[in-house]
């Protein structure tokens, strides 16, 4: 393209694009309390984040921890490798299917998910107080709405 040509669609200004702003926020969030528990607990935030969801749902395969995570199945397995090395996590056969096998957190895991769990929380409060009650919701409503319409837009 030469000095006068102009391009037939408009400038991709990546400051203003929503999900360049919205991938530099959540790792600029995630990384500020990651920080935390990489020093105090030796996780990384892929294991911090698997973590997570077996903390909330256990007796679940590697995939649906990859799925609920929306993290690379790889990257996922790999801290899943680390966690178990480490005693935080457990793999056992699945009941219903001897092929299939379900993770879960150990004590130690749960031990390390119940201290790090209150310290996640209490940086989302202190991120969230910088917004009103009604800019919380609003938040809620938009990240919600964003979300389904990803999702309606994966499924065409």
Same mark, same amino acid.
């Given at each position: 393209m030469s000095? &006068?040509?102009?391009? *037939?669609? *408009?400038a991709? +200004?990546?400051e203003s694009f929503l999900p360049y702003r919205l991938s530099v926020l959540t790792n600029t969030i995630s990384?500020?309390?990651a920080d935390v528990y990489e020093r105090r607990f030796a996780l &990384? +935030? &892929? /294991?911090?984040? +698997?973590?997570? +969801? =077996?903390?909330? &749902?256990?007796? =679940?395969s590697a995939r649906a921890v990859a799925e609920r995570t929306a993290m %690379? *199945?790889?990257?996922?397995?790999?801290?899943?490798?680390?966690?178990? %090395?480490a005693g935080r996590v457990q793999r056992q056969t699945a009941t219903h299917d001897k092929r299939q096998s379900v993770l879960g957190l150990t004590a130690k895991g749960r031990k390390v998910?119940?201290?790090v769990a209150p310290l996640a929380l209490e940086h989302e409060q202190r991120l969230l107080s910088h917004l009103s009650? /009604? /800019?919380?919701?609003?938040?809620?409503?938009?990240?919600?709405?964003?979300w389904q319409a990803e999702l309606e837009e994966i499924a065409r």
């Open positions: 000095g &006068t040509d102009t391009p *037939k669609h *408009k991709l +200004v990546l990384q500020a309390i &990384t +935030v &892929t /294991e911090w984040r +698997v973590m997570a +969801v =077996l903390g909330q &749902t256990s007796g =679940l %690379d *199945k790889v990257a996922v397995s790999r801290a899943l490798t680390r966690l178990i %090395d998910y119940d201290q009650a /009604e /800019e919380q919701r609003w938040l809620t409503r938009i990240l919600d709405r964003l």
